[in-house]
Structures are given as C-alpha cells and as structure tokens.
C-alpha cells in the first residue's frame, strides 16, 4: 500500500468537485506487551491507515472526515465536500496559498529501522519487573509494559505540498509497591524514545522504581505553611505543560488564558528561556513540517524571561492577526490545533545540589496528582509527595500535602537548575519556586 498514491487520488477527486481540500494519512504499525507477576497479561499487535480529509469551500467553509476504508474514497469525498458546502461559514479559515518550496530536514534520527519483535518486548518486561522485584520491601507489582510505534505520515495541502516522513516510538514502564509494617507506597519510572538505543535499559527502569516507592516508605505529614518548593524534573514537566498551554494560541484567540495579556512583558526572571524545537535530534515530538506542511524551525518562546509569542497554527495566527509559528497539529479527521513539539526550559547556572543548599525550611515534589491547575485565572493547586528539607538537605520522605499559588506567581519566582534531559515533548531542569502555600494535614 502506497499511502502518497492515495493522498494523490483523493485530491484528484476532490478538485474534479472544484473545490480546495487537505489529506493527512497516518500508517500506523504497533506492538504492546504488557505483564504482571511474572505472567503475561497482554500481547497485541495491530496495523491500520486512517485518513482524514479537509474539503474546503469557497475559502470561508470547512469540514472534515476520517475512514480507515479505503474501497469506498469516492463516497468519502462526496460526502466531505457536500458538508463543508454546508458548513457555517468562518472568516478565519486560513491555508497556505504559496508552496513552501523549503528544503526540509530528513536527518532528525526520529525512524529506526530495527527490528523489535513481540519476543524483545517480552524480555523487556521480564527483565524491568523481576529488576524491581528483586529489591528489599517491594511486596507487589502493578505491571511492566513495553512498546514499539510505527507511523508514516502523509500530508497534502491546498498550496499544492505534498509531504511523507516515519517515526518509530518506544516506551517501557513499570510500576511496583513498596510496603512496610501497613504502610505501602508506589513508585514507578518509564522511558520514551523515538530510538531503541536511547532507552535506558529495562534493570535501570525496575531499579528506579523500586527506589521510588521504598524511598516514600514511612512518611510524614507535615503542618501548613509556607514554603520555598523544589520541582523535580518530573513534576517540572507538568508546569512546562501548564505553561504551554496557556501560550496556546487558541486559549488567546478565545480569551481563556490568564496570560493573555502578556506578550512582550516579563514572565519569568531575566534568566529564563523557553524553546519549543521540532528539529530536536531524536526528540520524541520532532517533525521535518508541521500539520499544514509548514517548513519545521526552531521557536524561543520566551527569552531572558519575556514571553516573544503565542503557539500558533494558521487558524488562530489570522486571528490574532499574527503569523504561524509552525506549530499545527492534525487530528486523524485532518482537524488542524496549535500545540508544542519539543518544548522545554533551557538549563540555568545552579546546579541541583546548590538548589537544595539553598533552603532552609522547604519542599521536595517527586509526584503530583489530580488536576487542581486553572489556566482562565492562573489557580494552581495541586496533591503532592516527596520530601521535606531542613538546612539544605532532604530529610525525610511527605506525603497528604497540597501544594498551591498562582501560575503567574510561579513562573515569576522561579529559579532552574542545569541538570535538563529529555524524556517526552515536556522537559525541564528541577525547578525551584520561592514561595507556595503548602497545605499539610497537622494542626502544628
């Protein structure tokens, strides 16, 4: 099956309606393995082709549709162009008119060709469980899980691009429980990676999580208060995701963002800056074009702590009268949104032991839960665990606290450390906020 060949007879049959129109094709090869206890829970290997169509009319309507059958095109086409003559009509509509005649990079290091068969996915989750179980005080596992993602991406647009690249993907996690007298805790690590061999290995996957879990055993509450707090780059990312979207393009465009009237003025401390790159080498979100077959480049959204733009396709660029960043994404049925690809803060000058030297009294967050964050007014309130630090060392393990300020608060008081690496589209170094009221469950 040759997916160029279908995008090239789609639009032949779309144009024969005269009418303008964009396919995206997503070839999607997976395996997934999955265990338990040292027994096999899941094994499933799966192939399929969506295609999703934007028909176009008179440059003001729009509609969209996916299938995964391809003996039925012609009826697919009818079908797209009769709704989007139909459609409401949206001013703000928008597509690049003159080809994007850029040479595009091929040499990301995002497709490798190696063979992972459903046998090394089986070793994998062999290996990362029995490496955690064989830790003191790991009483039981939630399950280790290996995968390997195939997909070939096929783009046409109305400017006449024609566009086609491959990504493989690989992940692996593992999850145990640590227990002790009544207590248990659960720790868990993972790793992503477009290339097999720049996964860590499955002992050093088993081995952090144990670690994770035994470390939490006999923990404390703490009294409320507040509170320097340190991010460790785990529970970074979520902030770096907060953060992204609320610079998203169509939280501004719509007016749900509490930074929506910020741009060109300081977020964060002069030493701050925040990239988004999807030519990232082997990065887990790097694309030679984006999801209108604009040419990739690397973006600074914010530089020596001030915000330079919002993530932007061409939809909420010509709303907000701006241009794109490069940054448009396709859903399966070709519906196009703005979003990061690899988007990460850049290292500071301090390392992670001074960042902890530095406080006196304060909070260590190694995990965060629900989802207490408001990106309308900035409301950041979160469950945490981790640890608690007294004269500049981590003590002892904390747990049944909250943690709570205002985004904007935040990221003006943050300071990062250098120790930055990248495990999935969010990343950053530990992060240190100076202030946040930290809710714990002692009266003193």
Known sequence: MNILNIAADIIKLIKKQNQDAEVAIYETNKIFVSQRLSKIEQISQSKNCTIGIRAIAGKTKAAYISTNDLNNLSDMVSKVVEMAKNAQEDPYINFAIDRDNCTYSTGLGILDNNVVTIDNLKEIVEVAENS????????????????????????????????????????????????????????????????????????????????????????????????PVIFEKRAAKELVRNFASAINGSSIANDSSFLRNSLN?????????????????????????????????K???????????????????????????????????????????????????????????????GVYITDLFSFGVNLINGDYSQGASGFFIENGKITYPIHEITVASNLKDMFSNLVVADDLTFCGQFNSPTIKVSEMTVAGSLNN
């Open 265 to 297: 003025t300081h977020i964060f401390n002069n030493r701050i800056n925040i990239i988004d790159d999807p030519l990232l080498p082997r990065g887990i979100e790097s694309r030679p074009f984006d999801g209108e077959g604009i040419t990739s480049r």
């Open 132 to 227: 955690a179980l064989a830790h003191k005080n790991i009483i039981n596992s939630e399950g280790a899980s290996s995968s390997h993602v195939l997909v070939n991406t096929v783009l046409s647009t109305v400017s006449g691009f024609i566009g086609s690249f491959s990504k493989s993907t690989f992940a692996n996690q593992v999850s145990v429980v640590a227990g002790e007298g009544s207590e248990m805790k659960i720790g868990y690590d993972y790793d992503i990676a477009c290339n097999f061999g720049d996964l860590k290995s499955p002992e050093l996957i088993g081995k952090e999580a144990a670690k994770r879990a035994i470390d939490q055993l006999n923990s404390r509450t703490i009294k409320t208060g507040k509170f």
């Open 299 to 361: 973006n600074t959204f914010v530089k020596n702590g001030i915000l330079q733009n919002w993530i932007l396709d061409l939809y909420s660029a010509k709303k907000l009268n701006l241009e794109t960043t490069g940054n448009a994404t396709r859903a399966s049925n070709a519906a196009i949104i703005p979003a990061a690809s690899n988007f990460y803060v850049e290292n500071g000058n301090i390392s992670l032991k001074e960042l902890i030297e530095e406080v006196k009294e």
